[in-house]
């Protein structure tokens, strides 16, 4: 049994059910505010390379541990392989490399971002951390299967460089495929989850095999409005639902703590990101109280399959079709 806030994975490890989110916390102020979220009770910290915040965010929880507000094996560090990585040695050599930047020892749980290899671009003269090779958008794929890329993370686990192991943005089809020839078992499945976007069937089979699913995004289009992104724009603000507002009253509690819990009383785990240092504080208030299930019912009837983080959106000269035919579908087109 997993300790109260706690979910046990199949590695064996324990993860926090509430972490903070990095991205998007900017390079120059991460430091401060993984420290800042250490004093007020956070202890698992979601990064990626792609965040570009790595080293930054390991330094604030270095003095975290030097001022003895804390000790590393009560910090979580997950952080994740960037699509242009997925060939087997570079794929190492990226999760030895993120390992030094975060200064820790160890990661606790390294995740493939997403389920696509790009073309390889070195990291030390990367000037385009996303999915672009350029200015003008380009993106070229790389023949790489994802049985290479899962092999590297398990060489990852071998070599003692992270405890755990996962993936992030992939559906069923590939999952169902891991699992036929992993060694190490995939303790975790990262994907964005909120009530306009629910997955059930996604989260069953996650669920079904032992896979612990962690929820991104679980403001809805709260997140992307900040990117401009017309879904977003489009999209009522969940925080403003009649349905979510309802709920959070009844409880006395903010419709973020509610959209939060509706998720974590169902196992999952969740890792909202805020700079301000009310909400942080209130995110992690969510694990003393409890929905109904009509109230949980009634929040996960909001489903409209509406995915905001998707590559075959807003890769507008090389739509990258990743969740064709899953949920949020059919939002592609509109
Ligand atoms: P989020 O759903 O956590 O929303 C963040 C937004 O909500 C910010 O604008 C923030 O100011 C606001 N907010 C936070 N707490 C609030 C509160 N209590 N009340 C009102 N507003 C509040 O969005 P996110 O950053 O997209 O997702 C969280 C984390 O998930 C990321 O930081 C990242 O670590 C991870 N993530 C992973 C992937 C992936 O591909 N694996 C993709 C996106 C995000």
Do not use: C
């Amino acid at each position: 049994m997993a300790a109260k806030g706690y979910v046990k994975l199949a590695s064996g490890h324990q993860m926090p059910l509430v972490g903070f989110g990095l991205w998007k916390v900017p390079k120059e102020t991460a430091a401060d505010t993984v420290y800042n979220a250490i004093k007020n009770g956070y202890r698992l910290f979601d990064g990626a390379y792609d965040y570009q915040n790595e080293k930054e965010a390991g330094e604030g929880i270095k003095r975290a541990i030097n001022d003895g507000l804390v000790k590393r094996e009560e910090i979580f560090i997950t952080t994740k392989l960037w699509n242009n990585y997925h060939q087997k040695d570079i794929a190492v050599k990226m999760a030895k490399w993120q390992n030094e930047q975060w200064g820790l020892g160890y990661i606790d749980l390294y995740l493939i971002h997403f389920p696509v290899a790009l073309k390889y671009i070195d990291p030390a003269v990367r000037q385009y951390p996303a999915w672009w090779l350029d200015d003008a958008g380009t993106i070229e794929t790389e023949r790489i299967p994802i049985h290479e890329t899962w092999q590297a993370l398990e060489q990852v686990v071998d070599e003692g460089i992270a405890k755990s192991i996962g993936v992030s943005n992939f559906q069923a089809q590939s999952i169902y495929d891991l699992l036929t020839y992993n060694r190490h078992p995939l303790s975790s499945l990262q994907i964005e989850h909120h009530p306009y976007l629910v997955q059930p069937e996604l989260i069953k089979l996650a669920q079904e095999n032992g896979v612990v699913v962690t929820a991104y995004s679980s403001f809805g289009p709260q997140s992307f409005l900040e990117l401009k992104s017309k879904r977003a724009e489009d999209a009522p603000l969940l925080f403003d639902h009649s349905t979510v507002k309802k709920v959070a009253e009844a409880h006395k509690v903010t419709p973020a703590q509610a959209l939060l819990r509706w998720a974590i009383q169902r196992g999952i785990a969740v890792i909202p990101k805020s700079n301000n240092p009310d909400r942080l504080k209130q995110n992690l208030q969510v694990v003393d109280f409890d929905l109904s299930q009509a109230e949980l019912d009634a929040i996960s009837s909001l489903d409209k399959g509406l995915r905001f983080n998707d590559p075959g959106y807003y890769l507008e000269k090389k739509p990258l079709r990743i969740f064709a035919g899953g949920a949020g579908d059919s939002a592609a087109s509109q």
